[in-house]
């Protein structure tokens, strides 16, 4: 369960946040481990998603009064550094994680059934990417055929099911090394950091930082970052950019209230 900054909606619906494995289950195996901290990852792509359902559908589009297009291009620039963040998250599994854990467990195909499942929606993830990248901000629509919620419902429910499938995947995993597996995922680590650019900086670092709650249940240090990069990103990397007011939680973990909801909508057409 999260720390709820407010009683208004949050980021933690209405896709449902992943439990964390550790906390049903005690096992000195690196497989909770695995799982535990793919668990992390995955919630912070569910509330980047959830932030951008919560958000979006108040940013005035340019047939309203108080249209602001400011607003809509931070929307656009959040929603492609969203994309980003899901595709560098998946590119390191299938290029790395799940070969590896059939090469050391001696099981060719062992994650097919994850990697079959990424098809199911990276189509959905690249017209959202499209969609950000293209659409100028008096274009922008939310609502209709063709607009950013048609989109994002045509891949949500399939991304958020293997989500949470991938854990269940993983936690099956404990027939395997302890040790093996654990340095699997040592080095899924440092395939993440090196495999990143300075781009990510401006545009992934951000969202993973604003979506990953710290108070989480018992609370959690994750990402695994050096102490400095939140100062790096929010002095330099992240500043100025006002596509981070839409991230729920602030460049330390805490959750914070969502910048666009209904009450802010309607205090702005006043």
């Known amino acids: 369960m999260t ?3 407010s009683d208004a909606p949050w980021a933690d619906e209405p896709f449902g946040l992943i439990t964390t494995p550790s906390m049903y289950l005690t096992d000195s195996h690196s497989y909770l481990r695995l799982a535990s901290d793919m668990a992390h990852a995955h919630n912070v792509l569910i509330r980047g998603l959830n932030a951008i359902l919560q958000q979006a559908p108040h940013v005035a589009v340019s ?3 108080n249209y602001n297009k400011q607003d809509i291009k931070d929307l656009l620039f959040y929603v492609h550094s ?3 963040t899901v595709d560098h998250h998946h590119w390191v599994e299938e290029t790395f994680i799940f070969g590896e854990i059939e090469k050391v467990s001696g ?3 062992l994650m097919a059934e994850p990697k079959s499942q990424h098809e199911a929606f990276h189509g959905g993830i690249e017209r959202l990417s499209a969609y950000a990248s293209a659409t100028k901000p008096d274009e922008f629509q939310w609502e209709g055929p063709g607009g950013m919620k048609e989109i994002i419902d045509s891949f949500s429910q399939h991304l958020t099911d293997h989500l ?6 993983i936690l ?10 654990n340095n699997i995922w040592d080095q899924a680590e440092k395939v993440a950091q090196q495999a990143g650019n300075l781009g990510m900086l401006y545009d992934v670092f951000p969202c993973v930082l604003g979506c990953a709650d710290k108070t989480y249940e018992v609370g959690y240090q994750f990402p695994p970052l050096p102490w400095i990069m939140p100062y790096l990103v929010k002095y330099w990397f ?5 596509a981070w007011r839409f991230n729920p939680c602030d460049w330390w973990g ?9 009450q802010s909508a309607s205090a702005s057409m006043l």
């Open 107 to 109: 099981k060719p195909g």
């Open 238 to 242: 992240g500043a100025g950019n006002g």
């Open 254 to 262: 805490k959750p914070r209230p969502l910048a666009f909801n209904a």
């Open 3 to 5: 720390t709820k900054p």
């Open 82 to 84: 969203w994309t980003k």
């Open 63 to 65: 047939t309203k009064k």
């Open 164 to 169: 949470y499938a991938e854990i269940d995947t």
């Open 172 to 181: 099956g995993l404990k027939f395997m090394d302890s040790q093996a597996l």
